[in-house]
């Protein structure tokens, strides 16, 4: 299996790319945070780092830094994966690097608007960027498979603002997304999915609120924390996906972490299986807080 994920420097993106290595993939790991250089988000976590992890847990990591905003760079590497590879068998578009510049529960009228279309651009056209110029490979052969990683399912964000109107944007266009990849990709056989993780302990996460993995349940959070999961979870979830000979039963669907657990017998790391979207929708939104034991 040869693997490409766009936005595999940390989150939700790191732990798909480990899961796809640990089940045998060449995964190209791609990113603009380096050893060398860190993005605009300022983090530690790097590609490197990213596939040296591919690598351990079976598969083989290549760390490409790549800005997917640039096209001359994303046609560069797709160039570069056609002749290493021959082929693209999983596509996997995660690319956000965002967190910095949306503001929470913001009117369009005071949310600043530069941040808010960088957001847009970070978000969205980087997703249609690489899926330009690397879905000519995959489809040569039959079997392929794209991933737009989101935040919240189609049916859940349907109905529901998301925070502001950039990031709600941004999250329910990449469902369209996989959508649309699921119609063009039809006749080659090819299948495109959109999917969710809930409530994720990923780096920032943790330090935001000043946990770590192995104490994250100490965390001063509402009561959704204690169903949160690790990007090993969605990971897994992507994989079997990506393994299964019937995957395009999930073609143009929108599903989450649990869903994909559900369905294909998986936990997470510590044999959880947490479902945190029905948590939220069958608890919380009815005036509940407590009662998350039976969506773990």
Not at 37 to 48: K, L, Y
Not at 118 to 146: E, N
Not at 148 to 157: H, K, L, Q
Request: glycine share 10%; proline share 3%; net charge negative.
């Amino acid at each position: 299996m040869i693997a490409l994920v766009a936005g595999s420097t940390r989150g939700t993106g790191r732990g798909i790319a480990v899961a796809l290595g640990a089940a045998g993939a060449t995964v190209y790991c791609t990113g603009r945070s380096t050893r060398e250089r860190r993005s605009e988000m300022n983090r530690p976590e790097t590609i490197e780092e990213t596939a040296e992890l591919v690598t351990a847990a079976g598969g083989t990591g290549i760390a490409v830094q790549v800005d997917h905003l640039d096209p001359v760079q994303v046609e560069a590497l797709a160039g570069r994966v056609e002749r290493e590879q021959g082929r693209l068998d999983v596509l996997v578009n995660d690319v956000w690097g965002s967190d910095h510049l949306w503001e929470w529960d913001t009117p369009v009228w005071k949310h600043d608007m530069d941040k808010g279309l960088r957001l847009l651009r970070l978000a969205i056209d980087t997703h249609i960027i690489s899926s330009r110029q690397l879905l000519p490979i995959m489809i040569k052969d039959k079997g392929g498979l794209v991933v737009e990683v989101t935040d919240g399912t189609w049916g859940f964000n349907e109905t529901r603002y998301r925070e502001n109107v950039y990031y709600d944007l941004a999250k329910m266009s990449v469902n369209r997304l996989a959508f649309a990849w699921s119609n063009e990709l039809r006749p080659h056989g090819g299948t495109a999915v959109a999917v969710t993780p809930g409530f994720l302990r990923s780096e920032a996460m943790l330090d935001n609120f000043g946990v770590t993995e192995d104490n994250w349940r100490e965390a001063k959070v509402d009561s959704a924390w204690m169903v949160s999961e690790t990007p090993a979870y969605v990971g897994r979830g992507v994989a079997a996906i990506a393994r299964d000979p019937g995957k395009q039963r999930w073609s143009g669907k929108s599903v989450t972490s649990g869903e994909l657990a559900e369905a294909y017998g998986l936990t997470d790391v510590d044999g959880s299986r947490p479902q945190v979207w029905r948590y939220i929708t069958e608890v919380r939104e009815n005036g509940g807080d407590t009662g998350w034991e039976a969506y773990r």
